[in-house]
């Protein structure tokens, strides 16, 4: 099982951001999803999560700024991010919940994505 991450970059105060990630491989079902971060000497940390009933979870920090939503048939997680702030720069990591084709089943990461927030 793969997950590919991709849409961080370079943007302005204000600004919106959209991350994807698309999980690969043997694949039977996907449950939960989720998006982290990591700032330069912090610690990684939830940002939102969603799981397979359609549930989510956001950190305070984001609320009311990014939406988690999910594609099950592309077995892909997104990640809107509006109003971006300084604050909000850091590596991105997406994490999803796996059962494989084993029925075995598995936390699964990203390589991670650079969001920068800066003028």
């Known amino acids: 099982v793969q997950l590919q991450a991709s849409g961080g970059g370079l943007v302005q105060p204000g600004g919106s951001l959209r991350l994807s990630c698309a999980a690969s491989?043997?694949?039977?079902?996907?449950?939960?999803m989720g998006w982290y971060r990591q700032a330069p000497g912090k610690q990684r940390e939830l940002v939102a999560e969603?799981?397979?009933?359609?549930?989510?979870n956001y950190a305070e920090s984001v609320k009311g700024r990014f939406t988690i939503s999910r594609d099950n048939a592309k077995k892909t997680v997104y990640l809107q991010m509006n109003s971006l702030k300084s604050d909000d720069t850091a590596v991105y990591y997406c994490?999803?919940?796996?059962?494989?084709?084993?029925?075995?089943?598995?936390?699964?990461w990203g390589l991670g994505t650079q969001v920068t927030v800066s003028s």
């Open positions: 491989g043997r694949i039977f079902s996907i449950s939960a």
């Open positions: 994490k999803q919940r796996v059962m494989r084709t084993d029925l075995i089943t598995g936390d699964y």
């Open positions: 969603i799981i397979s009933g359609g549930s989510t």
